[in-house]
């Protein structure tokens, strides 16, 4: 299941953008407009991940901050118009776990958030395991009953998506869009193409499991099936 992610933000347009955004990566979002709001949406949700504006009505960005530190360790990213370096300082001091400058890119955002929630995964999520198939996340790693698959950077990004969104169809727009980038213009058999190459390195080492599931007319599915299942 994909990351919740907490957004304080009291700019309309700010929180609409970053709603649609994040979950267009199918991060789940909860929105609050103010500190206070934001607090009470904390206490109930227990959120992966907070975007934290500075300048927000009735509680600040700074006391927000520092009253999520007094309830444990959840990643902050600071949003802010300002730039200066004491307020960097400040964040980090108060515990923040990365500071970005509005205006920023939806990219650049985005990958903000996916390093930090990897410094704080915990290692048994950087080992995904089923029969016969482990992925190793941070190593860029497949095995098949142990023994390494070599595959090259859009398999492994592919095949790592797709396991990532275990059990949910993924249409071939979408897996363009996320693993050749948005600015992809090529054909859909481009993933039909990289879907047969997995499968033709991972099928019959993972025997008697296959992974990759074709939904006609959907896209692909990652599901742990035997030979006679399918």
């Known amino acids: 299941m994909q990351a919740h992610i907490l ?13 649609y955004t994040l979950e267009s990566e199918t991060y789940r979002v909860s929105s609050a407009f103010s500190g206070r709001e ?29 009253r999520i530190r007094l309830r444990g360790s959840t990643p902050v990213i600071m949003l802010t118009a300002k730039g200066e370096v004491e307020d960097k300082i400040k964040g980090l001091n108060l515990g923040s776990d990365d500071y970005i400058t509005k205006p920023f890119s939806p990219g650049e955002l985005l990958a903000r958030i996916r390093a930090v929630l990897r410094r704080v995964e915990p290692e048994s999520k950087k080992v995904m395991s089923w029969p016969n198939l482990t992925i190793h996340r941070d190593e860029r790693l497949v095995k098949a ?13 592919l ?65 742990v099936m035997r030979d006679e299942e399918v």
């Open 7 to 19: 957004v304080i933000e009291d700019d309309q347009h700010i929180q609409e953008m970053l709603k």
């Open 38 to 66: 934001g607090m009470d949406l904390f206490e109930q949700m227990t959120p992966d991940l907070v975007l934290l504006d500075i300048m927000l009505p009735d509680l600040d960005g700074w006391e927000v901050l520092e």
């Open 159 to 223: 095949l790592l998506y797709l396991a990532t969104h275990k059990g949910q169809v993924i249409s071939r727009e979408h897996l363009l869009s996320k693993i050749w980038d948005y600015a992809y213009l090529g054909d859909t058999r481009t993933v039909d193409t990289h879907v047969k190459r997995l499968r033709e390195k991972l099928e019959s080492r993972t025997a008697p499991y296959r992974y990759i599931r074709t939904v006609w007319g959907s896209g692909y599915t990652f599901e």
């Open 145 to 157: 009953k142990g023994q390494p698959v070599t595959l090259t950077r859009k398999e492994f990004d």
